[in-house]
């Protein structure tokens, strides 16, 4: 079935660092790649998305590749600050998945000023 | 816009009692999901409905039954609550596969 990795948290930054967080995923047709981000209390919100292999996912200064040939989908921003600080998701939606959304594990970043 | 609205936010019940959470979007979405997060494991869906009148089961479907009579609602129900059961609960909806999901702002359920 399908499945989704990411790195596991926390992961602590200062403010302006380059960040980094690995996602991995396992499909059998070709899904879509997204990350969501949920701050404190809240629920999650779609941050960007891929729809098809080398496609770039980008909002807010955060960027992903969607990586077929190695099953990836990284989230990177240049220069991280103390409002990036939140749980980070990465998820796949595949018709042959019987139209579900996988999610990962969850990644939290903290950003220290 | 509304959106996504969940009801109650909060609520604790007892071993054996029974509860149901309603999920309510006004966005004209076929698809719904209902998702626990708990800590650690990240969001495990628990059923989900491609369209009015359809469910299915998701990665933990037991212990839990739902069901979609009208488009815009979605409810999920715990016949008998285990202490296994707290979680934080979230529904969402979407338009269509590559869509993005809108989520709710999620109901904390603790059962002792």
């Known amino acids: 079935g399908n499945s989704v990795t990411q790195m596991e948290g926390p992961v602590t930054l200062s403010e302006e660092a380059f960040l980094t967080i690995n996602c991995t995923y396992t499909a059998t047709g070709y899904p879509s790649l997204f990350w969501y981000v949920q701050y404190p209390g809240e629920g999650l919100q779609l941050l960007l998305k891929a729809t098809k292999a080398d496609d770039k996912g980008s909002n807010k200064g955060f960027e992903a590749t969607y990586r077929k040939e190695t099953t990836s989908f990284h989230l990177e921003k240049g220069s991280v600050q103390v409002s990036d600080s939140a749980v980070y998701f990465c998820?796949?939606?595949?018709?042959?998945?019987?139209?579900?959304?996988?999610f990962g594990a969850g990644t939290r970043l903290f950003v220290k000023a | 816009n509304a959106g996504v609205t969940q009801t109650p936010k909060f609520r604790v019940l007892k071993t054996g009692q029974s509860m149901t959470l309603l999920c309510a979007q006004d966005m004209n979405h076929e698809y719904m999901y209902w998702y626990r997060q708990d800590p650690g494991m990240g969001l495990r869906l628990i059923h989900y409905s491609v369209g009015e009148g359809t469910t299915a089961k998701g990665e933990v479907p037991d212990g839990y039954n739902v069901s979609r009579l009208k488009k815009q609602n979605f409810l999920l129900g715990l016949e008998s609550a285990a202490p296994s059961q707290t979680s934080v609960y979230f529904c969402?909806?979407?338009?269509?596969?590559?869509?993005?999901?809108?989520f709710g702002s999620g109901t904390q359920l603790s059962v002792l």
């Open positions: 969402a909806s979407r338009k269509g596969l590559i869509e993005k999901l809108f």
């Open positions: 998820a796949l939606s595949d018709r042959t998945g019987g139209f579900k959304t996988i």
